[in-house]
């Protein structure tokens, strides 16, 4: 079972800064990795597939990188609504297609 | 465009069985190649990832749940449910289904249903 890692936990920023989320794997997943934006009561949003890709709708301030087992999310400059938590998800072919247990951008 | 709704009771007592069922409209559930997901958040807690069924029968589970859970399709009703047996105070979440397109991620979420198990 494939176990990701996310750092750090909490994330302490103002709007206009740079955000940059970290998500390791316990083992590679290649580039089978999406991220989830999730605010309080509402459903988690896909921003990125396969690493890098952006999810329909969602805006270029937000990017992936990475492959293998060490990847990151960037938000180049926040808007206040992307104050959140983000998730990680594996989606190699080797379910369970765990979460990490989410990176949290707080308002500083 | 597919959009999905949870219902159930938002009340199970402990050691019952919680069913949830998620309906599906704007597609069908037997198209194409999508996982029909069930994914739940406790209080104050991270995204757990519960399992799925395939649009073709096959389905897989979280090891800590396999043995209570069940997760089926009801084409006739373009539905899929989730059945957790002996529930406990650890079930207590927001269940949420969701539609999975394998790599390219849970791109379809129903708006979550909270589940409170009480003694």
């Known amino acids: 079972e494939i176990v990701l890692t996310q750092s750090p936990a909490t994330l302490s920023l103002s709007p206009g800064d740079r955000a940059t989320l970290s998500c390791r794997a316990s083992?590679?997943?290649?580039?089978?990795l999406a991220w989830y934006q999730k605010k309080p009561g509402q459903a988690p949003r896909l921003l990125i597939y396969?690493?890098?890709n952006r999810a329909t709708g969602i805006p270029v301030r937000f990017s992936g990188s990475g492959s293998g087992t060490s990847f990151t999310l960037t938000i180049s400059s926040l808007e206040p609504e992307d104050f959140a938590v983000y998730y990680c998800?594996?989606?190699?072919?080797?379910?369970?297609?765990?979460f990490g247990q989410g990176t949290k951008v707080e308002i500083k | 465009q597919v959009q999905l709704q949870e219902s159930g009771p938002g009340l199970v007592k402990s050691s019952q069985t919680l069913s949830l069922t998620c309906t599906v409209s704007?597609?069908?559930?037997?198209?194409?190649?999508?996982?029909w997901t069930w994914i739940r958040q406790h209080p104050g807690k991270g995204l757990e990832w519960i399992g799925f069924?395939?649009?073709?029968?096959?389905?897989f589970y979280s090891p800590s749940l396999k043995s209570r859970l069940t997760i089926s399709l009801d084409m006739s009703k373009n539905q899929f449910s989730l059945r957790l047996t002996s529930v406990t105070a650890a079930d207590t979440a927001v269940y949420y289904c969701?539609?999975?397109?394998?790599?390219?991620?849970?791109?379809?979420w129903g708006q979550g249903t909270t589940v409170t198990v009480s003694s």
């Open positions: 069924v395939h649009s073709n029968g096959d389905g």
């Open positions: 396969d690493a890098y």
């Open positions: 704007g597609g069908s559930i037997s198209a194409y190649n999508y996982y």
């Open positions: 998800q594996q989606r190699t072919s080797r379910p369970p297609w765990a």
């Open positions: 969701a539609r999975d397109q394998d790599r390219y991620g849970v791109d379809v």
């Open positions: 083992q590679s997943v290649d580039s089978f």
